[in-house]
């Protein structure tokens, strides 16, 4: 920057001594407080470019590591609200509802800082810090150029531009008046540039530097219409219609040359104990809690859900044994009152057989044992009549 300032304030003192005192004289003082207000007007705002803090972002603590162990991914996409919000890492703007004009576009974790770039953020090599809306590092500057002092590095080359423009066109009227009290003669040209040769010299070196700063300043226009900066041109290259943060000519010129100007991270008057909040820092890790909260109540409720649908599991086993025991003691009755029917047909056979029939079988029904189906069975099988020995179920069965 000291480089710079040289070059702008030396050639500067030179013209206002040596060449804007002739042209005053002969036009109107102003052309004099315009020589020496315009160039201090430069300096200025060389002063404030490298001296302020173009946007850097606090350094933060080593996070945790995530829920899953796996390493953090090393690009993530965000939301960025409508036109005119400030960019949010959550993809909520001020108002808690989503836009219908949001756009989505990708930050970079950032080793240095420990955390995700903002959007347009960038770390500087050149400084070592994590710049937001990064443009560039400029050497003439002897800084980064990022969003809080790109609108004076923007006043400085458009400044320094119209200084130049002013510097010849002072420097060539100069030698213009040499030319006319010169007479006429073949070396009038030579001899009036050798009456003012200070306006010569400083017409040729504001010559060369206009180039230069003239066309910074087309190249800076461009990207201020379009809502560039210098890294997103040559990265990536964004058409109009593909720019996340075009805003329109004038929207995009009212964000650089309107707009408040961002508040400093920092605050380099005091201590590191009296720094103000990072608040971006704040609610991302507001945000980074609320996903934890929100991932740890999934796990309970999936958890909670597992626990019922294993309970629910062994109660229908339960019920199901209990319908096995059912029915396995329902078969084992069955059974067991086929088996004594069995025993109680031998017995009023028996009894029929040894008592002379009928006494017997009289015997057998008034001591229980038998049925009135089964005595007919039995009376049936000692006559010898079988035409309707199915009507008892048992016989029928038998028939089947």
Not at 18 to 36: C, E, K, R
Not at 74 to 86: E, Q
Not at 116 to 131: I, K
Not at 197 to 204: G, K, N, R, T
Request: proline residues 5%; glycine residues 8%.
């Amino acid at each position: 920057m000291f480089g710079t300032f040289c070059i702008v304030i030396v050639p500067s003192v030179i013209f206002n001594v040596l060449v804007v005192p002739d042209v005053a004289d002969a036009t109107h003082v102003i052309v004099l407080a315009i020589g020496i207000a315009w160039p201090l007007w430069c300096l200025i705002n060389l002063l404030a470019t490298g001296t302020s803090d173009p946007g850097i972002v606090k350094r933060q603590p080593k996070p945790p590591p995530t829920l899953d162990g796996r390493v953090r991914p090393r690009y993530k996409s965000v939301m960025l609200p409508g036109t005119g919000g400030v960019p949010s890492i959550s993809g909520v703007n001020n108002s808690g509802n989503n836009t219908s004009d949001e756009k989505q576009v990708t930050v970079k974790w950032n080793d240095t800082i420990n955390s995700y770039q903002p959007p347009r953020a960038h770390h500087c090599s050149a400084n070592d810090d994590c710049v937001d809306k990064f443009d560039h590092h400029c050497p003439w500057v002897g800084t980064t150029i990022g969003r809080r002092n790109y609108r004076t590095f923007i006043f400085f080359v458009f400044g320094t531009t119209i200084l130049c423009v002013y510097v010849i066109g002072i420097c060539a009227y100069q030698i213009k008046l040499k030319y006319d009290e010169r007479s006429s003669g073949t070396r009038r040209v030579l001899n009036a540039i050798g009456d003012a040769p200070a306006a010569f010299v400083i017409l040729v070196l504001a010559f060369l530097g206009f180039w230069f700063v003239a066309i910074l300043s087309g190249f800076h226009s461009y990207l201020i219409i379009t809502n560039q900066t210098t890294y997103e041109n040559f990265r990536d290259g964004y058409t109009w219609a593909e720019n996340p943060y075009n805003k329109g000519v004038v929207g995009n010129c009212w964000e650089v040359f309107c707009l408040p100007t961002q508040k400093s991270r920092f605050a380099f008057t005091k201590s590191a104990s009296q720094q103000p909040p990072d608040l971006e820092a704040e609610a991302e890790a507001e945000a980074e809690w609320r996903k934890r909260e929100k991932r740890r109540a999934e796990r309970e409720e999936r958890r909670r859900k597992e626990a019922q649908e294993a309970s629910s599991v062994g109660e229908g086993d339960v019920e199901l044994g209990e319908v096995d025991t059912g029915t396995k003691k329902s078969e084992t009755k069955i059974t067991k009152k086929e088996t004594d029917k069995k025993k109680d047909s031998n017995t009023i056979s028996k009894a029929a057989s040894s008592s002379s029939g009928a006494g017997g079988v009289m015997k057998a029904l008034a001591t229980g044992k038998a049925s009135l189906d089964d005595v007919k069975v039995v009376v049936d099988e000692e006559s010898g009549y079988e035409g309707d020995r199915d009507r008892t179920p048992k016989a029928r069965d038998e028939k089947e």
